[in-house]
């Protein structure tokens, strides 16, 4: 079982910069594939990052791409999202979540989730 925690949501204008983190209990950190997702209101949940176990590949959606990055420390069983140059569009609730068998970053493949994390971008 693991629970995730994330932080470092926000308000920030257009062009600005936020880092996310999300705090991971439990020795077993190393063996989840992690993800950041958001959601927008009366949207679906979509896929933002992943990283493998070990942090040698990492996934982006291509709307973010060049934009942020995804990172993980085990030692410290976190994982961060670092968002540059944010667009109103990024605006959602920011949800980490961990897999246990790194195969796609479906939705529905996730096996733990986080609270989320509101970021709110203004013009």
């Known amino acids: 079982q693991v629970q995730l925690v994330e932080s470092g949501g926000g308000l920030v204008q257009a062009g600005g910069s936020l880092r996310l983190s999300c705090a991971a209990s439990?020795?077993?950190?190393?063996?989840?594939?992690m993800g950041w997702f958001r959601q927008a209101p009366g949207m679906e949940r979509e896929f933002v990052a992943g990283?493998?176990?070990?942090?040698?590949?990492?996934d982006y959606a291509d709307s973010v791409k060049g934009r942020f990055t995804i990172s993980r420390d085990n030692a410290k069983t976190t994982v961060y999202l670092q968002m540059n140059s944010l667009k109103p569009e990024d605006t959602a609730v920011y949800y980490c979540?961990?897999?246990?068998?790194?195969?796609?970053?479906?939705?529905?493949?996730?096996?733990?989730w986080g609270k989320g994390t509101l970021v709110t971008v203004s013009s």
């Open positions: 979540a961990a897999d246990r068998d790194y195969g796609d970053w479906a939705v529905t493949r996730m096996d733990y």
């Open positions: 990283i493998s176990k070990r942090g040698g590949s990492t």
């Open positions: 439990g020795r077993t950190f190393s063996t989840y594939a």
